[in-house]
Protein backbone atom coordinates (compact mmCIF):
# COMPACT_ATOMS: atom_id res chain seq x y z
CA UNK A 1 0.00 0.00 0.00
CA UNK A 2 1.41 3.28 -0.92
CA UNK A 3 1.56 5.85 1.37
CA UNK A 4 -0.45 9.17 0.98
CA UNK A 5 1.31 12.77 2.07
CA UNK A 6 -0.68 14.23 4.94
CA UNK A 7 -2.36 17.45 4.78
CA UNK A 8 -1.53 19.91 7.35
CA UNK A 9 -4.69 20.34 8.39
CA UNK A 10 -3.77 22.95 11.74
CA UNK A 11 -5.15 25.92 9.22
CA UNK A 12 -8.65 24.29 8.66
CA UNK A 13 -11.46 25.21 10.52
CA UNK A 14 -12.71 22.91 13.76
CA UNK A 15 -15.51 21.28 11.37
CA UNK A 16 -13.51 20.70 9.05
CA UNK A 17 -10.56 18.93 11.18
CA UNK A 18 -13.34 17.02 12.97
CA UNK A 19 -14.48 15.79 9.75
CA UNK A 20 -11.24 14.50 8.03
CA UNK A 21 -10.82 13.16 11.72
CA UNK A 22 -13.91 10.90 11.40
CA UNK A 23 -13.07 9.74 7.78
CA UNK A 24 -9.54 8.77 9.25
CA UNK A 25 -11.03 6.91 12.29
CA UNK A 26 -13.07 4.98 9.99
CA UNK A 27 -10.78 3.55 7.85
CA UNK A 28 -8.08 2.96 10.34
CA UNK A 29 -10.97 0.84 12.30
CA UNK A 30 -11.48 -1.07 8.60
CA UNK A 31 -7.98 -1.38 8.29
CA UNK A 32 -7.80 -2.99 12.41
CA UNK A 33 -10.79 -5.41 11.27
CA UNK A 34 -8.81 -6.56 8.44
CA UNK A 35 -5.70 -6.68 10.29
CA UNK A 36 -7.53 -8.67 13.18
CA UNK A 37 -9.04 -11.11 10.74
CA UNK A 38 -6.23 -12.02 8.41
CA UNK A 39 -3.85 -12.32 10.93
CA UNK A 40 -6.24 -13.91 13.89
CA UNK A 41 -5.00 -11.46 16.69
CA UNK A 42 -7.23 -9.18 19.06
CA UNK A 43 -6.52 -5.50 18.10
CA UNK A 44 -8.06 -2.58 20.04
CA UNK A 45 -7.52 0.85 19.22
CA UNK A 46 -7.98 3.83 21.63
CA UNK A 47 -8.11 7.27 20.64
CA UNK A 48 -8.07 10.65 22.76
CA UNK A 49 -10.37 13.40 20.69
CA UNK A 50 -8.67 17.22 21.65
CA UNK A 51 -11.59 19.09 23.86
CA UNK A 52 -12.89 15.33 24.89
CA UNK A 53 -12.93 13.41 28.11
CA UNK A 54 -13.70 9.83 27.18
CA UNK A 55 -11.60 8.17 24.86
CA UNK A 56 -13.13 6.70 21.63
CA UNK A 57 -12.29 2.63 21.47
CA UNK A 58 -12.37 -0.09 19.10
CA UNK A 59 -14.08 -2.79 18.80
CA UNK A 60 -15.03 -2.32 22.90
CA UNK A 61 -14.43 -0.70 26.00
CA UNK A 62 -13.85 -4.16 27.31
CA UNK A 63 -12.10 -5.55 25.00
CA UNK A 64 -9.42 -2.23 24.74
CA UNK A 65 -9.12 -2.93 28.48
CA UNK A 66 -8.26 -6.57 28.27
CA UNK A 67 -5.96 -5.75 25.53
CA UNK A 68 -3.71 -3.12 27.47
CA UNK A 69 -3.97 -5.02 30.89
CA UNK A 70 -2.58 -8.10 29.44
CA UNK A 71 -0.26 -5.90 27.54
CA UNK A 72 0.94 -3.90 30.47
CA UNK A 73 0.93 -7.07 32.91
CA UNK A 74 4.01 -8.45 30.11
CA UNK A 75 7.78 -7.79 32.04
CA UNK A 76 8.96 -4.00 30.42
CA UNK A 77 11.72 -6.15 28.64
CA UNK A 78 9.03 -8.48 26.80
CA UNK A 79 7.12 -5.39 26.21
CA UNK A 80 10.18 -3.43 24.68
CA UNK A 81 11.62 -6.09 22.88
CA UNK A 82 10.23 -5.64 19.96
CA UNK A 83 9.10 -2.07 20.43
CA UNK A 84 10.71 0.37 17.95
CA UNK A 85 10.29 4.25 18.81
CA UNK A 86 10.56 6.62 15.97
CA UNK A 87 14.01 7.63 17.99
CA UNK A 88 15.40 4.17 17.02
CA UNK A 89 14.07 3.69 13.48
CA UNK A 90 15.77 7.15 12.79
CA UNK A 91 18.82 6.06 14.09
CA UNK A 92 19.34 2.88 12.28
CA UNK A 93 17.87 4.85 9.00
CA UNK A 94 21.11 7.58 9.84
CA UNK A 95 23.48 4.41 10.82
CA UNK A 96 22.60 2.79 7.44
CA UNK A 97 22.97 6.06 4.99
CA UNK A 98 26.74 6.55 6.77
CA UNK A 99 27.70 3.31 6.14
CA UNK A 100 26.70 3.82 2.55
CA UNK A 101 28.56 6.94 2.48
CA UNK A 102 31.82 5.08 4.19
CA UNK A 103 31.87 2.52 1.12
CA UNK A 104 31.50 5.32 -1.40
CA UNK A 105 34.21 6.92 -0.21
CA UNK A 106 36.34 3.95 -0.11
CA UNK A 107 35.63 2.92 -3.46
CA UNK A 108 36.32 6.26 -4.42
CA UNK A 109 40.08 6.51 -2.57
CA UNK A 110 40.59 3.21 -3.88
CA UNK A 111 39.72 4.55 -7.87
CA UNK A 112 41.74 7.87 -7.31
CA UNK A 113 44.82 5.34 -5.99
CA UNK A 114 44.40 3.55 -8.91
CA UNK A 115 44.18 6.36 -11.24
CA UNK A 116 47.11 7.59 -9.80
CA UNK A 117 49.27 4.60 -10.21
CA UNK A 118 48.00 4.21 -14.16
CA UNK A 119 49.25 7.75 -14.77
CA UNK A 120 52.68 6.81 -12.83
CA UNK A 121 52.83 3.30 -15.10
CA UNK A 122 52.19 5.35 -18.14
CA UNK A 123 55.45 7.63 -17.68
CA UNK A 124 53.75 10.67 -15.23
CA UNK A 125 56.81 11.40 -13.14
CA UNK A 126 55.91 12.11 -9.30
CA UNK A 127 57.04 15.62 -9.67
CA UNK A 128 54.40 16.02 -11.73
CA UNK A 129 51.05 14.95 -9.63
CA UNK A 130 49.14 17.34 -7.73
CA UNK A 131 50.08 17.43 -3.48
CA UNK A 132 46.68 16.44 -3.59
CA UNK A 133 46.94 13.03 -5.20
CA UNK A 134 49.84 12.30 -3.39
CA UNK A 135 48.39 12.90 0.03
CA UNK A 136 46.03 10.02 -0.27
CA UNK A 137 45.00 8.21 2.82
CA UNK A 138 48.41 7.75 4.43
CA UNK A 139 49.19 5.27 1.61
CA UNK A 140 53.23 6.34 1.71
CA UNK A 141 53.68 7.94 -1.28
CA UNK A 142 56.08 10.59 -0.99
CA UNK A 143 58.10 12.61 -3.85
CA UNK A 144 61.42 11.29 -4.85
CA UNK A 145 64.35 13.49 -3.10
CA UNK A 146 65.31 16.21 -5.50
CA UNK A 147 69.05 14.97 -5.66
CA UNK A 148 71.21 14.31 -8.56
CA UNK A 149 69.90 10.62 -8.64
CA UNK A 150 66.71 11.30 -10.06
CA UNK A 151 65.11 7.81 -11.62
CA UNK A 152 63.13 7.64 -14.27
CA UNK A 153 60.67 4.31 -15.47
CA UNK A 154 61.38 4.02 -19.57
CA UNK A 155 58.18 2.17 -21.47
CA UNK A 156 60.24 -1.05 -21.78
CA UNK A 157 60.06 -1.23 -17.65
CA UNK A 158 64.00 -0.40 -17.27
CA UNK A 159 65.01 2.26 -14.80
CA UNK A 160 67.83 4.41 -15.40
CA UNK A 161 69.32 7.24 -13.96
CA UNK A 162 69.32 10.42 -15.39
CA UNK A 163 72.85 12.03 -14.91
Known sequence: MATKRLRDT?????NV????LDRRETSLFKKAEELSILCDVEVAIIIFRPGKIQPITWKSTSLAQDVLTRYLSFIEFKRLEKLVTHEDYLQKKVDKKE??????EKMNEAKEM????????EGKSIDELDAREMKGDG???EP????GNDVNVEDDGHSK???
Request: aromatic fraction near 6%; hydrophobic fraction near 35%; charge should be negative.
Open 17 to 20: RNSI
Open 10 to 14: RNYSE
Open 114 to 121: EILFNQLV
Open 139 to 141: SGI
Open 99 to 104: EQISKL
Open 161 to 163: DLD
Open 144 to 147: APKE
